[in-house]
Protein backbone atom coordinates (compact mmCIF):
# COMPACT_ATOMS: atom_id res chain seq x y z
CA UNK A 1 0.00 0.00 0.00
CA UNK A 2 1.92 3.64 -0.88
CA UNK A 3 0.80 6.13 0.52
CA UNK A 4 0.51 10.02 -0.89
CA UNK A 5 0.54 13.06 0.71
CA UNK A 6 -0.04 16.35 -0.33
CA UNK A 7 0.22 20.25 1.17
CA UNK A 8 -0.62 22.83 -0.13
CA UNK A 9 1.12 26.44 1.74
CA UNK A 10 0.44 29.53 1.51
CA UNK A 11 4.08 31.46 0.40
CA UNK A 12 3.02 35.02 -1.09
CA UNK A 13 0.03 37.80 -1.80
CA UNK A 14 -0.51 36.73 -5.47
CA UNK A 15 1.87 34.66 -8.28
CA UNK A 16 2.83 36.06 -11.39
CA UNK A 17 3.33 33.13 -13.32
CA UNK A 18 4.60 34.20 -16.65
CA UNK A 19 7.96 34.27 -15.59
CA UNK A 20 7.68 30.00 -14.31
CA UNK A 21 5.73 29.26 -17.40
CA UNK A 22 9.09 30.80 -20.14
CA UNK A 23 11.72 29.15 -17.26
CA UNK A 24 10.14 25.78 -17.93
CA UNK A 25 8.48 26.43 -21.40
CA UNK A 26 5.10 25.23 -20.23
CA UNK A 27 2.02 26.51 -22.15
CA UNK A 28 -0.86 27.84 -20.46
CA UNK A 29 -3.54 29.89 -21.57
CA UNK A 30 -3.66 32.84 -18.57
CA UNK A 31 -7.26 32.36 -16.72
CA UNK A 32 -8.48 32.93 -13.34
CA UNK A 33 -8.80 29.11 -12.66
CA UNK A 34 -5.24 27.81 -14.15
CA UNK A 35 -2.22 27.09 -12.81
CA UNK A 36 1.17 25.69 -13.37
CA UNK A 37 1.82 22.57 -13.12
CA UNK A 38 5.87 21.03 -12.92
CA UNK A 39 6.20 17.51 -13.42
CA UNK A 40 8.91 14.97 -12.29
CA UNK A 41 11.07 16.27 -15.54
CA UNK A 42 10.21 19.79 -14.80
CA UNK A 43 11.29 19.15 -10.94
CA UNK A 44 14.72 17.38 -11.61
CA UNK A 45 15.64 20.20 -13.74
CA UNK A 46 14.69 23.37 -10.89
CA UNK A 47 15.96 21.05 -7.65
CA UNK A 48 18.98 19.26 -9.35
CA UNK A 49 17.82 15.58 -7.83
CA UNK A 50 15.57 12.61 -8.87
CA UNK A 51 11.96 13.62 -8.15
CA UNK A 52 10.30 10.70 -9.05
CA UNK A 53 6.32 11.00 -8.09
CA UNK A 54 6.53 14.47 -7.13
CA UNK A 55 4.59 17.33 -8.36
CA UNK A 56 3.82 20.63 -7.79
CA UNK A 57 0.95 23.18 -8.59
CA UNK A 58 1.63 26.95 -9.06
CA UNK A 59 -1.65 29.11 -7.87
CA UNK A 60 -2.14 32.46 -8.86
CA UNK A 61 -3.61 33.28 -6.06
CA UNK A 62 -0.27 32.67 -4.06
CA UNK A 63 -0.45 28.90 -3.08
CA UNK A 64 1.63 26.48 -3.78
CA UNK A 65 0.54 22.51 -3.85
CA UNK A 66 3.28 20.33 -2.77
CA UNK A 67 2.94 16.14 -3.83
CA UNK A 68 4.92 13.83 -1.94
CA UNK A 69 7.23 16.39 -0.71
CA UNK A 70 8.91 16.69 2.75
CA UNK A 71 9.37 19.88 4.32
CA UNK A 72 12.91 20.20 4.05
CA UNK A 73 12.06 19.95 0.04
CA UNK A 74 9.49 22.25 0.19
CA UNK A 75 11.95 24.75 1.70
CA UNK A 76 14.17 24.19 -1.10
CA UNK A 77 11.61 24.61 -3.89
CA UNK A 78 9.67 27.95 -2.32
CA UNK A 79 14.11 28.97 -2.45
CA UNK A 80 14.38 28.40 -5.68
CA UNK A 81 10.86 30.00 -6.76
CA UNK A 82 12.63 33.35 -5.19
CA UNK A 83 15.50 32.88 -7.20
CA UNK A 84 13.98 33.26 -10.17
CA UNK A 85 12.09 36.28 -8.79
CA UNK A 86 8.93 35.37 -7.38
CA UNK A 87 8.24 37.20 -4.11
CA UNK A 88 7.91 35.32 -1.38
CA UNK A 89 6.58 36.51 2.09
CA UNK A 90 7.87 33.81 4.82
CA UNK A 91 5.61 35.24 7.72
CA UNK A 92 2.60 33.45 5.66
CA UNK A 93 4.61 30.11 4.90
CA UNK A 94 3.91 28.66 8.95
CA UNK A 95 0.59 30.40 9.15
CA UNK A 96 -1.44 29.17 6.06
CA UNK A 97 -0.94 25.61 4.93
CA UNK A 98 -3.50 22.29 4.75
CA UNK A 99 -2.90 18.62 3.83
CA UNK A 100 -4.44 15.87 2.83
CA UNK A 101 -3.42 12.59 2.58
CA UNK A 102 -4.72 9.47 0.15
CA UNK A 103 -3.93 5.85 0.36
CA UNK A 104 -3.37 3.94 -2.80
CA UNK A 105 -4.17 -0.04 -2.81
CA UNK A 106 -2.72 -2.66 -4.41
CA UNK A 107 -5.31 -2.85 -7.18
CA UNK A 108 -4.35 0.57 -8.07
CA UNK A 109 -7.69 2.35 -6.54
CA UNK A 110 -7.38 4.92 -3.75
CA UNK A 111 -9.44 5.73 -0.60
CA UNK A 112 -10.02 9.79 -1.08
CA UNK A 113 -10.99 10.45 2.79
CA UNK A 114 -10.28 9.04 6.08
CA UNK A 115 -13.08 6.43 7.62
CA UNK A 116 -14.79 5.89 4.34
CA UNK A 117 -13.98 2.92 2.62
CA UNK A 118 -15.41 4.45 -0.91
CA UNK A 119 -12.73 3.41 -3.27
CA UNK A 120 -11.60 5.13 -6.71
CA UNK A 121 -9.74 4.66 -9.69
CA UNK A 122 -6.36 6.19 -9.16
CA UNK A 123 -5.58 9.06 -11.23
CA UNK A 124 -3.55 11.70 -11.69
CA UNK A 125 -6.36 14.09 -12.18
CA UNK A 126 -7.92 13.38 -9.08
CA UNK A 127 -4.10 14.26 -7.53
CA UNK A 128 -4.37 17.83 -9.86
CA UNK A 129 -7.87 17.77 -7.91
CA UNK A 130 -7.43 17.64 -4.33
CA UNK A 131 -4.37 20.03 -4.71
CA UNK A 132 -7.17 22.97 -6.03
CA UNK A 133 -9.21 21.70 -3.26
CA UNK A 134 -6.37 22.58 -0.39
CA UNK A 135 -5.23 25.63 -2.08
CA UNK A 136 -8.56 26.66 -1.85
CA UNK A 137 -9.00 25.69 1.63
CA UNK A 138 -5.04 27.66 2.55
CA UNK A 139 -6.55 30.60 1.09
CA UNK A 140 -9.59 30.86 2.63
CA UNK A 141 -7.55 30.49 6.07
CA UNK A 142 -6.04 33.51 5.01
CA UNK A 143 -8.96 35.66 4.20
CA UNK A 144 -10.82 34.31 6.80
CA UNK A 145 -8.11 35.55 9.50
CA UNK A 146 -7.36 38.96 8.29
CA UNK A 147 -11.72 39.50 7.70
CA UNK A 148 -11.89 38.95 11.44
CA UNK A 149 -9.10 41.03 12.18
CA UNK A 150 -10.15 43.86 10.30
CA UNK A 151 -13.94 43.21 11.08
CA UNK A 152 -12.44 43.54 15.03
CA UNK A 153 -10.56 47.20 14.17
CA UNK A 154 -13.75 48.64 11.90
CA UNK A 155 -16.61 47.64 14.65
CA UNK A 156 -14.29 49.45 17.40
CA UNK A 157 -13.54 52.65 14.78
CA UNK A 158 -17.37 52.69 14.43
CA UNK A 159 -17.82 53.08 18.28
CA UNK A 160 -15.26 55.89 18.49
CA UNK A 161 -17.34 57.74 15.91
CA UNK A 162 -20.83 57.21 17.42
CA UNK A 163 -18.99 58.95 20.52
CA UNK A 164 -17.98 61.81 18.47
CA UNK A 165 -14.26 61.48 18.64
CA UNK A 166 -13.80 61.30 14.87
CA UNK A 167 -11.16 64.20 14.41
CA UNK A 168 -9.03 62.70 16.83
CA UNK A 169 -9.35 59.28 14.78
CA UNK A 170 -9.48 60.43 11.43
CA UNK A 171 -6.19 59.69 10.05
CA UNK A 172 -6.78 56.06 11.78
CA UNK A 173 -10.28 55.77 10.20
CA UNK A 174 -8.55 57.10 6.59
CA UNK A 175 -6.28 53.71 7.08
CA UNK A 176 -9.28 51.51 7.78
CA UNK A 177 -11.25 52.28 5.27
CA UNK A 178 -8.54 51.75 2.93
CA UNK A 179 -8.05 48.57 4.15
CA UNK A 180 -11.88 47.85 4.16
CA UNK A 181 -11.95 48.90 0.46
CA UNK A 182 -8.42 46.92 -0.27
CA UNK A 183 -9.67 43.67 1.19
CA UNK A 184 -13.20 43.56 -0.24
CA UNK A 185 -11.50 43.94 -3.81
CA UNK A 186 -8.78 41.92 -3.06
CA UNK A 187 -11.27 38.97 -1.39
CA UNK A 188 -13.81 39.14 -4.34
CA UNK A 189 -10.73 38.41 -6.75
CA UNK A 190 -9.21 35.08 -4.71
CA UNK A 191 -13.12 34.15 -3.55
CA UNK A 192 -13.47 33.57 -7.72
CA UNK A 193 -10.92 30.46 -7.43
CA UNK A 194 -13.84 28.65 -5.09
CA UNK A 195 -15.42 27.82 -8.46
CA UNK A 196 -14.79 24.27 -9.78
CA UNK A 197 -12.01 24.67 -12.48
CA UNK A 198 -13.23 23.65 -16.44
CA UNK A 199 -11.46 19.79 -16.40
CA UNK A 200 -13.16 19.12 -13.01
CA UNK A 201 -16.70 20.33 -15.00
CA UNK A 202 -15.95 18.20 -17.78
CA UNK A 203 -16.07 14.81 -15.57
CA UNK A 204 -19.00 13.36 -13.45
CA UNK A 205 -16.11 11.21 -11.89
CA UNK A 206 -14.31 14.11 -11.16
CA UNK A 207 -17.18 16.50 -10.29
CA UNK A 208 -18.30 13.71 -7.95
CA UNK A 209 -14.69 13.88 -5.96
CA UNK A 210 -14.65 17.73 -6.37
CA UNK A 211 -17.94 17.38 -4.24
CA UNK A 212 -16.81 15.18 -1.59
CA UNK A 213 -13.62 17.10 -1.13
CA UNK A 214 -15.56 20.47 -0.62
CA UNK A 215 -17.90 18.64 1.90
CA UNK A 216 -15.02 17.34 3.90
CA UNK A 217 -12.93 21.21 3.92
CA UNK A 218 -16.73 22.59 4.27
CA UNK A 219 -15.79 25.09 1.37
CA UNK A 220 -19.10 26.49 0.69
CA UNK A 221 -20.15 26.73 4.46
CA UNK A 222 -16.73 28.89 4.82
CA UNK A 223 -17.26 31.05 1.95
CA UNK A 224 -20.93 31.74 3.46
CA UNK A 225 -19.66 33.25 6.52
CA UNK A 226 -16.54 34.93 4.91
CA UNK A 227 -19.53 36.28 2.20
CA UNK A 228 -21.40 37.37 5.17
CA UNK A 229 -18.64 38.92 7.19
CA UNK A 230 -17.85 41.04 3.84
CA UNK A 231 -21.54 41.95 4.04
CA UNK A 232 -20.52 43.13 7.65
CA UNK A 233 -17.96 45.37 6.73
CA UNK A 234 -20.01 46.81 3.36
CA UNK A 235 -22.18 48.09 6.39
CA UNK A 236 -19.88 49.53 8.33
CA UNK A 237 -18.47 51.39 5.21
CA UNK A 238 -22.52 52.85 4.56
CA UNK A 239 -22.30 53.73 8.91
CA UNK A 240 -19.28 55.56 8.40
CA UNK A 241 -20.71 57.73 6.15
CA UNK A 242 -23.75 58.27 7.24
CA UNK A 243 -21.90 59.19 11.00
CA UNK A 244 -19.37 61.09 8.91
CA UNK A 245 -22.57 63.22 7.01
CA UNK A 246 -23.93 63.72 10.61
CA UNK A 247 -21.07 65.01 12.34
CA UNK A 248 -20.20 67.53 9.52
CA UNK A 249 -23.65 68.32 9.49
CA UNK A 250 -24.20 69.04 13.06
CA UNK A 251 -20.57 71.00 13.05
CA UNK A 252 -22.16 72.90 10.38
CA UNK A 253 -25.12 73.75 12.03
CA UNK A 254 -23.37 74.84 15.32
CA UNK A 255 -21.34 76.78 13.14
CA UNK A 256 -24.32 78.86 12.09
CA UNK A 257 -25.77 79.03 15.60
CA UNK A 258 -22.15 80.49 16.75
CA UNK A 259 -22.21 83.24 13.60
CA UNK A 260 -26.08 84.44 14.26
CA UNK A 261 -25.13 85.00 18.16
CA UNK A 262 -22.76 87.02 17.04
CA UNK A 263 -25.18 88.89 15.30
CA UNK A 264 -26.66 90.71 18.46
CA UNK A 265 -23.78 91.25 20.30
CA UNK A 266 -22.34 93.15 17.59
CA UNK A 267 -25.51 95.43 17.61
CA UNK A 268 -25.33 95.91 21.40
CA UNK A 269 -21.51 97.39 21.00
CA UNK A 270 -22.31 100.03 18.13
CA UNK A 271 -25.23 101.08 20.24
CA UNK A 272 -23.51 101.70 23.43
CA UNK A 273 -20.69 102.80 21.15
CA UNK A 274 -23.33 105.30 19.63
CA UNK A 275 -24.77 106.34 22.89
CA UNK A 276 -21.31 108.01 23.80
CA UNK A 277 -20.20 104.68 26.56
CA UNK A 278 -16.52 105.52 26.34
CA UNK A 279 -14.63 101.83 26.30
CA UNK A 280 -13.03 103.07 29.45
CA UNK A 281 -16.62 102.38 31.22
CA UNK A 282 -16.84 99.07 29.61
CA UNK A 283 -13.38 97.85 30.57
CA UNK A 284 -14.07 98.92 34.55
CA UNK A 285 -17.50 96.99 34.39
CA UNK A 286 -15.97 93.87 33.21
CA UNK A 287 -13.20 94.21 35.96
Known amino acids: MENVKIKSVKIAPFFSLDKIVELFGIPMQFSWDNCVI???????LALKYNTKNKHVY???????SFVNFEDEEIFTFIKYIESIGSKVNYSLIYKYYDAHNIEVLPNNKIKLLPNDDT?????VSIIHT???ILSKSTELYRIEEELNKLLDEAEQFIT????????????KSSLIISKILRFKYDSIHNIRVLDRPLFVEQSMYLKAIYSRLSTFYELDERLEIVEGKIASLHDILELYSSLSVNQTETR?????????ALFPIF??????FKTGISLSFLTNLFK
Open 38 to 44: LSESDLD
Open 58 to 64: IFKHGCI
Open 119 to 123: EYDYD
Open 130 to 132: ISI
Open 160 to 171: FLQKGRLSFYRR
Open 252 to 260: LILFEIFLL
Open 267 to 272: HIIEHL
